[in-house]
């Protein structure tokens, strides 16, 4: 089992920068990916950015050029620079990974999913 602790929420004003982490935690797994999602009240569930373990990026396109993904495997760690910050970022975030399970004889062939419980975070002036 994978437990995923999620940090960095809060208010900012418009402009601004806040950077959220999630940290993996648990027992043989091995990272496949880590993304960060949001929902804004009212509003679907949408990606805001993934990363590989070989560390290959993928931004919706509301945050290309704002916000940066990084990831540090070793600590099985995913970070969210969020630059230039706008009212419409206003959500509760997600950390969710897809990591595979690793049993005696080796690792399963798919991976499961984990989600973060949410860290909120509010753009206001």
């Known amino acids: 089992q994978v437990q995923l602790v999620e940090s960095g929420g809060g208010l900012v004003q418009p402009g601004g920068s806040l950077k959220l982490s999630c940290v993996a935690s648990?027992?043989?797994?091995?990272?496949?990916?880590m993304a960060w999602y949001r929902q804004a009240p009212g509003r679907r569930r949408e990606l805001v950015a993934s990363?590989?373990?070989?560390?290959?990026?993928n931004y919706a396109d509301s945050v290309k050029g704002r916000f940066t993904i990084s990831i540090d495997s070793s600590v099985n760690r995913a970070d969210l620079q969020m630059d230039t910050i706008i009212p419409a970022d206003t959500a509760v975030y997600y950390c969710?990974?897809?990591?595979?399970?690793?049993?005696?004889?080796?690792?399963?062939?798919?991976?499961?999913?984990?989600w973060g419980q949410g860290t909120q975070v509010t753009v206001s002036s």
């Open positions: 969710n990974i897809k990591a595979y399970t690793l049993t005696p004889v080796g690792r399963l062939p798919a991976p499961d999913t984990y």
């Open positions: 648990g027992s043989s797994f091995s990272l496949d990916t």
């Open positions: 990363i590989t373990n070989a560390g290959y990026t």
